[in-house]
């Protein structure tokens, strides 16, 4: 078996193309993986082979193997308002270090998690893919947050029901979803 040292070579591959899942998969992952100088020589060799033409589906093979093996970078923590770090559970909202709003939902089928963005302008939610990735710097947003967010889209920024309560629409908030920003 070889190792990552002995692909730095650029050997002699079959000439398939490469598949766009492999390309796009070698483009997403990189940035995700801690990269000794034996990862880093074989990608420089992936972006030559790149640059020159259409690379092998044996040269994806190989690097794709190598970034699989290799360990991942350590995420950044999500934190609350108080600084505190946080573990991700549905029905959380959170605001991300560049302002977008982030729901954290669960699916009924398989009870993972996964996140959906706020559009602001329509108040629309939107399927966010990686959401991990998205809530690096990412804070719980206050109960303030949420009541002025709340009643700019019309809709609770938690649970997206309507509000229909006159307390509840004169506050901006539910009573349940405003105990869980407390």
């Known amino acids: 078996m070889q190792t990552i040292a002995h692909r730095t070579r650029r050997p002699t591959w079959h000439s398939h193309p490469a598949s766009p899942e492999q390309v796009n998969s070698i483009a997403r992952n990189r940035g995700r993986k801690i990269l000794d100088s034996g990862l880093t020589d074989l990608l420089a060799a992936w972006d030559y082979a790149v640059e020159q033409g259409t690379p092998s ?15 991942w970078l350590p995420r950044t923590p999500v934190v609350d308002h108080a600084g505190s770090t946080v573990k991700l559970e549905a029905r ?31 108040g629309a939610w939107d399927y966010l893919p990686g959401v991990q990735g998205h809530l690096a ?15 700019a889209i019309g809709q609770c920024v938690r649970c997206s029901r309507t509000l229909t309560a006159a307390e509840s629409i004169e506050r901006g908030i539910g009573p349940i979803c405003a105990q869980a920003f407390s």
């Open 137 to 151: 710097g990412a804070r719980l947003l206050t109960l303030d947050e949420a009541i002025a967010i709340s009643a």
């Open 57 to 71: 589906k044996g040269e994806a093979s190989t690097i794709l193997d190598a970034l699989f093996a290799a360990p």
């Open 92 to 122: 959380q909202v959170y605001r991300a270090a560049d302002g977008r709003v982030i729901r954290i939902q669960q699916s009924r089928e398989t009870g993972s998690l996964y996140g959906k963005l706020l559009d602001q302008e329509t």
